[in-house]
């Protein structure tokens, strides 16, 4: 198994590539400057903001994990080339906010573009490449996050607030119907429906 990490050098990135490494798989680590790798880490640097350059590097990869602040705006076309590469499986980072108003979404700030990435990926989807979701257990997410530096404090506080709201539905209104006289359609067959503009897509 050969596995490309994006964002490799930051808080989930790093984390990530230690873990790999344990399970003993080929990992192709990216970053945009050049780092220290552990043993048995190969790392790349490599632009994003120029998907291009990224292409030996997928070469032969069987699974990619993109980081939203990595790849920030260039997600469609990491994952196209991605899918040229022969690349069958996509693993993204996201954020439970992902649907929210990005004025309030103050990880944008910093780049993160977690809409971006997902809508992505659907489209891969819509392209015949499965998409999988696997909840991460909330005691293992809160030592992750008390492990990488936030405050046991603030993590408590956080998974309080997601599990209030966990189970919720999401609220959907008719306001689609109401304008355009017609039922909305969810982006995947948006996606279906256009698939002729988009390069490569059939």
């Given at each position: ?188 067959q948006w996606v279906a429906?256009h698939a002729a503009v ?5």
């Amino acid at each position: 198994m050969k596995i490309v990490v994006t964002g490799a050098t930051g808080l989930v990135g790093r984390p990530l590539v230690g873990l790999l490494r344990e399970r003993e798989v080929e990992i192709r680590a990216v970053a945009r400057s050049s780092a220290t790798w552990p043993r048995g880490v190969a790392g790349f640097t490599a632009d994003l903001a120029e998907p291009a350059t990224l292409l030996p590097v997928l070469d032969g990869a069987d699974a990619l994990f993109v980081h939203p602040r990595a790849v920030g705006d260039n997600a469609g076309k990491l994952l196209a080339l991605a899918g040229e590469a022969g690349v069958r499986r996509v693993v993204v980072l996201s954020a439970i906010n992902v649907d929210d108003d990005p004025a309030y979404q103050p990880s944008r700030l910093n780049g993160d573009r977690n809409k971006e990435v997902e809508e992505a990926a659907v489209l891969a989807e819509v392209l015949g490449r499965s998409l999988v979701f696997q909840e991460v257990p909330a005691q293992a997410a809160v030592r992750g996050m008390v492990a990488n530096g936030l405050r046991e404090e603030f993590v408590t506080a956080l998974m309080n607030r997601y599990e209030r709201g966990a189970g919720q539905p999401a609220e959907v209104t008719d306001e689609v119907r109401g304008v355009l006289g017609r039922p909305a359609r969810t982006f995947a067959q948006w996606v279906a429906d256009h698939a002729a503009v988009f390069g490569g897509v059939r």
